[in-house]
């Protein structure tokens, strides 16, 4: 009884943990690998906009064009 309770739990749980990858298409490291990209670029921005905040003569479009073609490339796979 215990098995099969903990079994179905288990299940449960790798359903929950895989149904993204699968709608993705994606393996788990593939998924790291480009979840990790979006995270390198965002942080790239993250640090342009800072130091734009308190310089505003320094990266002015940097940071906006970084944003724009993450946003460009989530909207190509919003409509697929």
Known sequence: MYNKHCNMGTRKIMEYFTKHLKENNLSYFGHMKRS???AYQ??????????????????????SKTIKKLNSYFCEECTK
């Open 42 to 63: 965002s942080f790239k921005a993250f640090l342009v906009f800072l130091v734009h905040a308190f310089l505003p003569f320094a990266f002015v479009d940097n940071g």
């Open 36 to 38: 990790s990209g979006f």
